[in-house]
């Protein structure tokens, strides 16, 4: 079982960064899959991003195509989290960020196949 707390959201303007964190409790966290969706109010969850776990995925990571380049995963396994460091926010990536983890399996996109859920973090870019 694994709990999840996200920090690090707040309103930026348009061209700047945030740094999301996204900590975790369990134990081989190495091998977790971790991901960071984002919610738009109307809008279905979507996957921003996602690394996985040493023993299943290799340490591989995957972007969604509207923010490759622009947001980067990373993943500290001797601090249990992971982070999302995003430059040169848009006003469409507003939204509220959550942060997911599977314990086993290869990276995903699909919302459904992640089992544990953080309680998200608002990301509000201004025009």
């Known amino acids: 079982q694994a709990q999840l707390v996200e920090s690090g959201g707040g309103l930026v303007q348009h061209g700047g960064s945030l740094r999301l964190s996204c900590a975790a409790s369990?134990?081989?966290?190495?091998?977790?899959?971790m991901a960071w969706f984002r919610q738009a109010p109307g809008q279905e969850r979507e996957a921003v991003a996602a690394?996985?776990?040493?023993?299943?995925?290799?340490?591989?990571?995957y972007y969604a195509d509207s923010v490759k380049g622009r947001f980067t995963i990373s993943r500290d396994n001797a601090k249990n989290t992971i982070y999302l460091q995003m430059n040169s926010l848009k006003p469409e990536d507003t939204a509220t960020y959550f942060c997911a983890a599977k314990m086993w399996g290869t990276l995903t996109p699909r919302p459904g196949d992640y089992r544990y859920w953080g309680q998200g973090t608002q990301v509000t870019v201004s025009s």
């Open positions: 690394a996985g776990g040493v023993l299943w995925s290799g340490g591989s990571t």
């Open positions: 369990g134990r081989n966290f190495s091998n977790y899959v």
